[in-house]
């Protein structure tokens, strides 16, 4: 498996988690998305979205984070990272959705670019959205985390949930947005990140210094 | 079931698609997103981010649409909305996420609205910048649909991704985005919103007259 990312994206280093809890080993190709290596036409061959991140696995080109990590998990079920019931894996489901959907993307790199394109928006203007969007989110998180929590994020065991809310928190700390609100939700990426050392975005082999 | 939501949300559209494709029965309550009547208090106990969709079902709670219509096709297997093998699913399930989390998030009716209340945009600012998003993300899936498709998204029978299309292509002629350039994604659309015209936001008992 080659997994085309980006250390500091946070949607590459879900997957990076979920290859970790599962203890599968793959090879990097990194695409520094601060100069758009991702651009390149030879990457839009393999993703017509030129975003990280992709995952090449005998020619097959799989993209979107949240269906990797399904895949992953489908082929590769040790251990799960869903729960046995069918109401389970819909909360977890809808917990990665939370950031998948109405966190990241309103903060991700080309989204802030834009913004600051479109909008004139100074730094001051991008923090406070990102704030903005990161709080809501991780509010909802928290109430859903102290509902179907033990310890982890859905249950006692790691799920896609805590693949997704490590990287957000990364982001939350990278940004200096306060996290002291959310105490199940912190704790719970904190056991996670523990047990996935090895895909923290200092620890990929295109960090920076 | 009850599903909760707005004639013409998106992400409520999906699950009303898939529900018709599968020919089952639910109630409706509707929240009007434009008086914030989904802020109540009493919704956000059912649903910690006072969001559209959420469907009730014997007192579970599910919300966001992606695991929604995940959790749809589990429990009501009966026509399947996921190809049968894993890559497929990965492949369905990443155009899923290309509209859910890539396209729909950065245009909808809030974050248009933090758009015009942060930055001051302007109508027209506001207009091009849904035509960007969407744009971006209607010609990565057209590509997809082309190598993938069988009439629908994704083979010869309709799936979550068709869910997902159908939404998309009415924001896009709602706000006058020229779909021309995607044909197959169109020709795919069309396919299954016939098959599901009962979904249509104009077919709901909230819509405007």
Redesign the interface.
């Known amino acids: 498996m080659i997994l085309h990312g980006y250390w500091r994206s946070g949607a590459a280093y879900r997957v990076r988690i979920a290859l970790a809890l599962k203890g599968l080993a793959y090879e990097q190709v990194n695409h520094d998305l601060r100069t758009g290596a991702h651009t390149d036409p030879a990457y839009a061959t393999l993703n017509?979205?030129?975003?990280v991140p992709a995952l090449e696995v005998d020619g097959?080109i799989?993209?979107?984070?949240?269906?990797?990590l399904?895949?992953l998990d489908?082929?590769f079920p040790d251990p799960p990272l869903l729960p046995v019931d069918?109401?389970g894996?819909?909360?977890v489901?809808?917990m990665?959705?939370?950031i998948?959907?109405?966190v990241?993307?309103?903060h991700n790199l080309r989204?802030l670019k834009?913004?600051r394109r479109?909008?004139?928006?100074s730094e001051d203007?991008v923090n406070?959205?990102m704030t903005?969007w990161m709080t809501?989110?991780f509010?909802?998180l928290e109430?859903?985390i102290a509902r179907h929590g033990d310890g982890f994020a859905y249950g006692a065991t790691p799920t896609l949930a805590d693949c997704i809310t490590v990287p957000a928190l990364y982001s939350a700390e990278r940004f200096g947005v306060d996290v002291a609100p959310y105490p199940h939700l912190v704790a719970s990426a904190a056991r996670t990140a523990a047990l996935a050392e090895a895909a923290h975005p200092s620890r990929q082999p295109d960090a920076d210094a």
């Not at 017509?48 to 975003?51: A, G, K, T, V, W």
């Not at 799989?62 to 990797?68: D, E, F, G, H, M």
């Not at 479109?118 to 928006?121: E, L, Q, S, T, V």
């Open positions: 017509p979205q030129r975003l097959l799989l993209t979107q984070s949240a269906a990797i399904e895949w489908e082929r069918a109401d894996r819909a909360i489901r809808g990665v959705a939370t998948a959907t109405d990241h993307p309103l989204t834009a913004l479109d909008f004139g928006a203007q406070a959205w903005h809501e989110g509010a909802a109430t859903l």
